[in-house]
């Protein structure tokens, strides 16, 4: 059995911290206990977030666009250039998942760009709440939100755009 605690991550190539839940094991105790992580912590979890991409915990560099949904990472197929030639089935994803996510963490790369009015409605209408917000910020909140066991997604545009190569 493990317990949990939250540390603060720091970044060598930021002052920013970035939240995430390292594993303690019972055989190497500590003084803090994270009550609000169970037994198994979340299973996808960003450590960093650099120019090079969004990196998990596992060690592995996400170099473009992703969706984390249901403890899964999934390549994300967006436009180049923020909100231009954006469309609902960019998000359709969500209309196939069930149970939907309560929330969508959105990362919009290096600054918080909010999307257009009919992004916004279109998750509305399925009854998922937007949470807008810089990458950086969004990782961290996805971070804590799965932590706490809610019905989260993310997704996540990196610092610098690039296409997915299969």
């Known amino acids: 059995m493990s317990t949990f605690i939250i540390h603060r991550f720091r970044s060598s190539l930021s002052r920013r911290a970035l939240y995430t ?7 190497r105790p500590t003084a803090f206990t994270n009550m609000l992580a169970g037994d198994v912590p979340p299973p996808v979890q960003v450590s960093s977030i ?4 969004i990196q998990l915990a596992d060690g592995l560099i996400l170099p473009s ?3 984390f949904l249901d403890g899964k990472v999934l390549l994300w197929n967006v436009p180049s250039h923020l909100w231009d ?15 939907k996510p ?4 959105f990362g919009t790369g290096r600054r918080m760009e909010l999307p257009p009015p009919s992004i916004r409605g279109y998750l509305k209408e399925m009854g998922i709440q937007l949470d ?6 969004a990782c961290s ?3 804590l939100l799965a932590e706490e066991g809610r019905r989260v997604a993310a997704a996540l545009l990196p610092y610098t755009p690039r296409p997915w190569r299969l």
């Open 21 to 27: 839940t390292a594993i303690r094991h019972v055989d």
């Open 85 to 99: 030639g954006w469309g609902r089935e960019h998000l359709s994803v969500f209309e196939t998942v069930v149970p």
């Open 50 to 53: 650099t120019s090079a991409g």
């Open 102 to 105: 309560e929330i969508l963490v």
């Open 132 to 137: 807008i917000m810089d990458t950086r910020n």
């Open 65 to 67: 666009a992703c969706i």
């Open 141 to 143: 909140t996805y971070n």
